[in-house]
Each structure stands twice: as structure tokens, then as C-alpha cells.
């Protein structure tokens, strides 16, 4: 079964494809057709992972699957939250923007965010799941694994970031892992 993410972002898609092999699923997440480009003026991830899975839909008339998700700091009132990609230009220099807002702040809380939708072929929302990684903004970047702010953030229970992880650790404990493994589990009763 094939399955648009509503995405254009191919390392989640491959994220994404990594995790449903690791389980033996007899499911292939795939990019969008052309034209996929969402206005994400939602003002929640639910709000923006809802308006990208429709989108996908409305090209492709089959299954589809959003995720909106972002890095929520409690010391920033939640951002850079739904804001994350759009944070700074670069990754670096969103991870630089955090860090110069973190600095002298003890509170340094923080979790991921990740919310799905799945969208079914008849164009109404299937099943919906938020996963949530709690950790904490250290001071200065460590690791090269993962993408985005994975360098800064430590993952709770662990002395690693998110970056210093294997992928397979990663894909046990992300945000985005979480969330998927709720949508695939509703999605093996389907199969």
C-alpha cells in the first residue's frame, strides 16, 4: 500500500520509510505529485498538519499523511514551536538564534512536537496522533547525526542529543516516530 506524506522534505520521507521496514509493514510512503505547496497558516501543528494532508489529497485522491511538528522551549513560551523550520534561514543559524535566546537561562526544558493526520481516499481525516520527546537545550551543538535542532537537544533519560544517536535509537524515541507508530498500528487494522 502507497501512502503520499505530505511532504517535500525527502529526509523525512526516508525517516519515515526507515522506521515501516524496521516493523515489516507492507506499506511505502512516497512524496507528493507536483504542485504540492501548502499555505501553512495554521496556528497550531494540528491546524498546519491537517492543511498539508488535505493538500496532498486534493493531487493525488488517495491515502495521505501529514506531520507538522517543531521544537516547543518552555523558557520561549513554546517557540520556536510551529515557527521551527522558519526560525532563521539556516539550520544553523536557527540552532544559533535558540541558543542566543536560551543564553543565561536556566530553564532549558524543551520537547519536540510532531502531530499526524492521516487523510483517506474519500478526503476526510482517518485517524489523528500528537508524539511528544521531551529533553532539553544544551549550550552548544554535539552530534552529527539527524537534522535541524537534533544537535542542541537531550533527549530526556539519556546524556545523548538527539544528533549523537543512531538512527535506529532515533526512530525509538522521536517525536515523529511516536506519532507513526499510532498511525501505523491503526493502519495494519486496515491492511
Not at 136 to 153: A, H, K, L, V
Amino acid at each position: 500500500m502507497k501512502i503520499v506524506l505530505a511532504s517535500s522534505n525527502k529526509h523525512k520521507v526516508q525517516e519515515i520509510n526507515d522506521i515501516v521496514k524496521s516493523l515489516n509493514l507492507p506499506l511505502e510512503f512516497i512524496l507528493p505529485p507536483e504542485g504540492f505547496d501548502p499555505i501553512e497558516n495554521g496556528e497550531t501543528f494540528e491546524e498546519n498538519s491537517y492543511i498539508k494532508a488535505k493538500e496532498a489529497w486534493k493531487l493525488s485522491k488517495t491515502w495521505t499523511l501529514a506531520d507538522d511538528s517543531g521544537l516547543c522551549i518552555d523558557a520561549l513560551g513554546g517557540k520556536p514551536g510551529i515557527h521551527s523550520a522558519r526560525y532563521a534561514e539556516t539550520p544553523a543559524l536557527r540552532i544559533e538564534r535558540v541558543l542566543n535566546e536560551l543564553e543565561g537561562v536556566q530553564n532549558r526544558k524543551a520537547h519536540f512536537t510532531c502531530v499526524m493526520t492521516l487523510i483517506n481516499p474519500q478526503g476526510e481525516v482517518e485517524y489523528k496522533y500528537m508524539g511528544i520527546c521531551e529533553g532539553s537545550i544544551i549550550e552548544e551543538t554535539r552530534g552529527t547525526n539527524g537534522f535541524g535542532y537534533d544537535p542542541i537537544f537531550l533527549v530526556k533519560g539519556d546524556t545523548r542529543t538527539m544528533a549523537e544517536l543512531s538512527k535506529e535509537e532515533k526512530n525509538r524515541v522521536s517525536h515523529r516516530s511516536i506519532a507513526l507508530r499510532h498511525i501505523l498500528s491503526y493502519l495494519q487494522q486496515l491492511i
